[in-house]
């Protein structure tokens, strides 16, 4: 079983930038998702990217965020730019919401933005 561990999350202030990185266990053939949860919500999906490279972005970050791969690497990173503070949030990886199978997961990374 692949597992995933998530790292990069951190304090920053309001307009700044993370780079949040997922790295799996073993190789993944898969297309993979960005998510996130804030406290006393759910979580949602926030970024998802296919084996090849398309992706697709939450309209709450379109334009801010950038999610890609390095299959060679098993990683899968989110590039956060222009940080709000309704970004703050625990930050997982896993496959994309629809996705017929899903990794267990990881412990996932803290984001915190300030104000």
């Known amino acids: 079983q692949v597992q995933l561990v998530e790292s990069g999350g951190g304090l920053v202030q309001v307009g700044g930038s993370l780079r949040l990185s997922c790295a799996a266990s073993?190789?993944?053939?898969?297309?993979m998702g960005w998510y996130r949860q804030a406290p006393g919500k759910e979580r949602e999906s926030v970024a998802a990217?296919?084996?090849?490279?398309?992706?697709n972005y939450a309209d709450s970050v379109k334009g801010r965020f950038t999610i890609s791969r390095d299959n060679a690497k098993n990683t899968v990173y989110l590039q956060m730019n222009s940080l709000k503070p309704e970004d703050t949030a625990v930050y997982y990886c896993?496959?994309?919401?629809?996705?017929?199978?899903?990794?267990?997961w990881g412990q996932g990374t803290q984001v915190t933005v300030s104000s």
């Open positions: 896993n496959t994309p919401t629809g996705w017929p199978s899903r990794f267990s």
């Open positions: 073993g190789s993944i053939f898969s297309a």
């Open positions: 990217i296919t084996r090849s490279g398309s992706t």
